[in-house]
């Protein structure tokens, strides 16, 4: 029987995870299925038990069921314990269900393969929702030499930087607050899902800096635009999707693919 997969969200219907995967599954010789799954909110784990009784071997999960994965788990990678959600399910020979996140190294992976420098750099990092937590561990594993978060809301960058404190020299502040420059700004936010931009101060690009935006689209994010006008060189968040994606595949399949072609045909499709 063929190994199925599936991705779990809501809506889920325009997700791109079916064609990466299936892509990877031709690239690397694999016979698998892998489809999406319409979860009602809050209908989560009957959802996964349903997929689960159906053959289901393992899944991805997106919003907004990545705490709702994080809850269900028997077992937790480290780095899903820290970023306190799950986007990685795995269904063990003995029906216990383990589950990891993919997206901080897929983050990393991606700033690698763009050739941006993190080791001994500033970095910048807007927003404190999910997406910005799950990406904490691994960009301090590059050890920067700074790691600043920046949130509308100070509280939760206040929280962010004193849960991961250990790990780190990382601090919080205001959008207004942020002073210096910065080797490497990072839009964790959802701002640009609504085409709004944070209100950060001028100046924050050092020479040669990067600009990254965690969200994509087939035209550059307002975030990218803006940041691509004050001369930092911007990045969006598709290669983070294939490489999330890849470290997924990787823990189902033992076969890392490659991710390069799925990446051009992934732009193309956009
Ligand atoms: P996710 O799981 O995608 O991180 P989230 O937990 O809802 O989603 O977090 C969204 C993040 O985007 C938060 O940091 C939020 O700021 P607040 O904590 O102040 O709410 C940020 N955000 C959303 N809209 C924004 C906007 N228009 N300008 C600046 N920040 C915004």
């Given at each position: 029987?063929?190994?199925?997969?599936?991705?779990?969200?809501?809506?889920?219907?325009?997700?791109?995870?079916?064609?990466?995967?299936?892509?990877?599954?031709?690239e690397?010789?694999?016979?698998l299925?892998?489809?999406?799954?319409?979860?009602p909110?809050?209908?989560?784990?009957?959802?996964?038990?349903?997929f689960?009784?159906?053959?289901?071997?393992?899944?991805?999960?997106?919003?907004?069921?990545?705490g709702?994965?994080?809850?269900?788990c028997?077992?937790?990678?480290?780095?899903?314990?820290r970023?306190?959600?799950v986007?990685?399910?795995?269904?063990?020979?003995?029906?216990?269900?383990?589950?990891?996140?993919t997206?901080g190294?897929?983050?990393?992976?991606?700033?690698?393969?763009?050739?941006v420098?993190?080791?001994?750099?500033?970095?910048l990092?807007?927003?404190?929702?999910?997406?910005?937590?799950?990406?904490?561990?691994?960009?301090l594993?590059?050890?920067?030499?700074?790691?600043?978060?920046a949130?509308?809301?100070?509280?939760?960058a206040e929280?962010?930087a004193?849960?991961?404190?250990d790990?780190?020299?990382?601090?919080?502040?205001g959008?207004?607050?942020?002073?210096?420059?910065?080797?490497?700004?990072?839009?964790?936010?959802?701002?640009?899902?609504?085409?709004?931009?944070?209100?950060?101060?001028?100046?924050?690009?050092?020479?040669?800096?990067?600009?990254?935006?965690?969200?994509y689209?087939?035209?550059?994010?307002?975030f990218s635009?803006?940041?691509a006008?004050?001369?930092?060189?911007?990045?969006d968040?598709?290669?983070?999707l294939?490489?999330?994606?890849?470290?997924?595949?990787?823990?189902?399949?033992?076969?890392r693919?490659?991710?390069?072609?799925?990446r051009?045909?992934?732009?193309?499709?956009?």
């Amino acid at each position: 029987m063929t190994d199925r997969y599936c991705v779990f969200g809501n809506p889920i219907a325009h997700s791109k995870s079916p064609f990466i995967h299936t892509a990877f599954a031709r690239e690397t010789q694999q016979r698998l299925d892998y489809t999406t799954w319409l979860a009602p909110v809050g209908g989560f784990a009957e959802a996964w038990k349903a997929f689960t009784a159906e053959g289901g071997r393992g899944a991805n999960v997106t919003v907004p069921f990545k705490g709702d994965a994080f809850a269900l788990c028997d077992t937790l990678s480290k780095r899903a314990q820290r970023a306190e959600a799950v986007n990685t399910l795995i269904l063990g020979g003995n029906g216990k269900v383990y589950g990891d996140t993919t997206d901080g190294v897929g983050l990393v992976r991606d700033l690698h393969y763009h050739g941006v420098p993190l080791t001994g750099k500033r970095i910048l990092l807007l927003g404190a929702g999910g997406a910005v937590r799950g990406v904490i561990e691994p960009l301090l594993a590059e050890k920067p030499r700074e790691l600043v978060i920046a949130n509308r809301t100070l509280a939760k960058a206040e929280r962010l930087a004193h849960d991961f404190s250990d790990l780190g020299t990382l601090s919080a502040a205001g959008f207004n607050d942020v002073t210096g420059a910065f080797d490497v700004v990072i839009n964790g936010t959802s701002a640009s899902l609504a085409g709004e931009l944070p209100p950060l101060p001028a100046g924050i690009f050092s020479t040669n800096a990067w600009a990254y935006d965690m969200m994509y689209a087939a035209e550059p994010t307002v975030f990218s635009a803006w940041a691509a006008a004050q001369g930092a060189q911007a990045i969006d968040g598709l290669g983070m999707l294939v490489e999330q994606a890849a470290e997924s595949f990787f823990l189902w399949r033992n076969v890392r693919p490659d991710t390069a072609s799925v990446r051009k045909k992934l732009r193309k499709r956009l």
